[in-house]
């Protein structure tokens, strides 16, 4: 069972930034996508950024221009650069994997917490 190991996260001003890592327990699995999710209390867990192995990114409406998110296939680990960073981006910020293009995000990561203070 591979498994997803998040690294980052923590308390940071408003207007600041924080990075986000995520690696994979194996490098001999390329995922066809990786991504990134938030949880706020009370509130669902969204995909925030994803990236396909090709490159291609997908990002949600709140978080274009401030997030960024990359990824090292040979590492199978994924990156989250989030600049300008908003009291509502405060959330737990789970790292997740879609082995193929069929399949779903069934691979997950424990959480991270990111708390932006105002």
């Known amino acids: 069972q591979v498994q997803l190991v998040e690294s980052g996260g923590g308390v940071v001003q408003a207007g600041g930034s924080l990075g986000l890592s995520c690696a994979a327990s194996?490098?001999?699995?390329?995922?066809?996508?990786m991504g990134w999710y938030r949880q706020a209390p009370g509130k669902q867990r969204d995909l925030v950024a994803d990236?396909?192995?090709?490159?291609?990114?997908m990002y949600t409406d709140s978080v274009k221009g401030r997030f960024t998110i990359s990824r090292d296939n040979a590492k199978n680990t994924v990156f989250l650069q989030m600049n300008s960073l908003k009291s509502e981006d405060t959330a737990v910020y789970y790292c997740?994997?879609?082995?193929?293009?069929?399949?779903?995000?069934?691979?997950w990561g424990q959480g991270t917490q990111v708390t932006v203070s105002s």
């Open positions: 997740s994997a879609r082995p193929t293009w069929t399949a779903g995000w069934s691979v």
């Open positions: 194996t490098a001999s699995t390329t995922f066809f996508s």
């Open positions: 990236i396909t192995s090709a490159g291609r990114t």
